[in-house]
Nanobody, 123 residues
Framework: QVQLVESGGGLTQAGGSLRLSCVVS????????MGWFRQAPGKERESVAD????????YYVDSVKGRFTISRDNVKNTVWLQMNSLKPDDTAVYYC????????????????WGKGTLVTVSS
C-alpha cells in the first residue's frame, strides 16, 4: 500500500515562503512521476507542478513559474515544493500525487494521493 504524507503547510503573509514535503512509503518513488496539486474553496483541483520519474524534469503551471520549485530525492523517497513570493491566490489545500510510470499532471493520471496540507496566505 503506497502512502503519501504531506507536511509544511501553514499561514504566511503575502511575499512569504513555505516549503512543502511529501514522504512516500510502501514502494520506491523512483518509478513514479510526482506532482503537487492544489484545491481552493469552490474550485477544482489543479496541477501546480510535477517532476518526471525518468529524467526528473520539472514542469509548472504558468501562475507559479519563477516562484515555485519542485524537487525530488528518490533515495529519501521525498518530493518537495518550495514556494516563494506567495500570494493570497495561492491559498489552498495542497496535495501530493504519484503516477506510476507516468506524469502526475492530471487528476485522472494520479494513482495515489496524500491527504493534503493547508496553505493560507494573508494579504
Amino acid at each position: 500500500q503506497v502512502q503519501l504524507v504531506e507536511s509544511g503547510g501553514g499561514l504566511t503573509q503575502a511575499g512569504g515562503s513555505l516549503r512543502l514535503s511529501c514522504v512516500v512509503s510502501g514502494d520506491s518513488m523512483s518509478t513514479y512521476g510526482m506532482g503537487w496539486f492544489r484545491q481552493a474553496p469552490g474550485k477544482e483541483r489543479e496541477s501546480v507542478a510535477d517532476v518526471t520519474w525518468s529524467a526528473g524534469i520539472p514542469y509548472y503551471v504558468d501562475s507559479v513559474k519563477g516562484r515555485f520549485t519542485i524537487s525530488r530525492d528518490n533515495v529519501k523517497n521525498t518530493v518537495w515544493l518550495q514556494m516563494n513570493s506567495l500570494k493570497p491566490d495561492d491559498t489552498a489545500v495542497y496535495y501530493c500525487a504519484a503516477s506510476h510510470l507516468g506524469r502526475a499532471t492530471r487528476v485522472g493520471s494520479v494513482d495515489y494521493w496524500g491527504k493534503g496540507t493547508l496553505v493560507t496566505v494573508s494579504s
